[in-house]
Every structure is written in C-alpha cells, then in structure tokens.
C-alpha cells in the first residue's frame, strides 16, 4: 500500500486473495469478539475497521474493506482509508460552499462588468474562495500526514487477521 500519492487524500488498495471471501468474512466478523484494540464491523461484503472511541481524535482514520466473490477459491480485497465520515462529510460540506461562493460571485462579478459597475469586492471575494480552497486542502492533507501511523496499525490488524 502506497501512502505517497500527492493528490489522494483517501488512499485505496486493490488485492487479489487465494481464498474464499465468506471465510475472509467470517475471520474478519470474528475478531468482533475479542478484545482487540480497533473495533470490526460488518455489512454484508464490507468491513469497517476502526479505533474505539477512547483512542480516536479528530484525525483518527477508519479502514473500509470490501471483499468480494472473485472466482472459486479466490476473492478479491478493496480497501479504502478515510476519516471519521463524520469528519468527511463536514469538509465536503465546506468544499462545495466554497465552490458554490465562488461561482455565486463569479456571476455577481461578470453581471457588474457587463453593466460598467464596479466588481472590486467581488473579485477579491472570489480570490479568497481560492485561498480557503487550499487551506482546506492543506488542512486535510495535514489530517493524513497526522493519521498515518494511525493507517499503519489498521494495515497491520488487516494483515493480521488475513493470515490467521
């Protein structure tokens, strides 16, 4: 798994597995039961490995585990790191306000242009749509940087449970 991509802030992996996935599964769904340090969830095909609510903050990442049916004998692992949804959700909540800030004054800007009215103020508005764009950006690259021990334990508990 390669953590080193400078534009994902969710980094995915892909794996082919020489074992069936209702085994995987159950292995998986039977870690529920001992009193590891992360906490295992499942949903049908899908594993959500997380840390308790004691050992998380705000930066705390969750391992999503898909595990499908490949052919006899094999399966197939995706797997996803990414916040707390909680979290997720909050920033492209900001992310899309500020798209839509942008373009709201991006027309406001175009509208006073095309009147021969003056479009100072919306124009640095827009300019600071940008720069909150970036800081967002950069804050959640921070968040990944920060988790990335955090992502290590999740793929050492993953590889873990896949060997036993």
Same mark, same amino acid.
């Given at each position: 798994?390669?953590?080193?991509?400078?534009?994902?802030?969710?980094?995915?992996?892909?794996?082919?597995?020489?074992?069936?996935?209702?085994?995987?599964?159950?292995?998986?769904?039977?870690?529920?039961?001992?009193?590891?340090e992360f906490i295992t969830?499942?949903?049908?095909?899908?594993?959500?490995?997380?840390?308790?609510?004691?050992k998380q903050h705000f930066?705390?990442?969750?391992?999503?585990?898909?595990?499908?049916?490949?052919?006899?004998?094999?399966?197939?692992?995706? =797997?996803?790191?990414?916040?707390?949804?909680?979290?997720?959700?909050?920033?492209?909540?900001?992310?899309?306000?500020?798209? =839509?800030?942008?373009?709201?004054? =991006?027309?406001?800007?175009?509208?006073?242009?095309?009147?021969?009215?003056?479009?100072?103020?919306?124009?640095?508005?827009?300019?600071?749509?940008?720069?909150?764009?970036?800081?967002?950006?950069?804050?959640?690259?921070?968040?990944?940087?920060?988790?990335?021990?955090?992502?290590?334990?999740?793929?050492?508990?993953?590889?873990?449970?896949?060997?036993?």
């Amino acid at each position: 798994m390669t953590t080193k991509n400078d534009i994902v802030l969710r980094p995915r992996f892909k794996m082919e597995i020489n074992e069936n996935n209702e085994s995987i599964l159950k292995r998986f769904e039977a870690t529920r039961n001992d009193k590891s340090e992360f906490i295992t969830t499942r949903v049908d095909n899908h594993i959500f490995i997380k840390f308790p609510k004691e050992k998380q903050h705000f930066w705390s990442p969750q391992l999503h585990l898909e595990i499908d049916y490949a052919e006899e004998g094999s399966s197939l692992l995706h =797997g996803l790191y990414g916040p707390n949804p909680t979290v997720w959700t909050m920033f492209m909540f900001l992310h899309f306000m500020v798209a =839509g800030l942008f373009i709201a004054f =991006g027309i406001w800007a175009y509208t006073n242009w095309r009147l021969n009215t003056e479009f100072a103020v919306q124009l640095s508005i827009m300019f600071l749509m940008i720069l909150i764009w970036f800081v967002l950006y950069f804050a959640g690259r921070i968040g990944r940087d920060t988790s990335k021990k955090d992502m290590f334990m999740l793929r050492d508990f993953m590889n873990k449970t896949l060997k036993s």
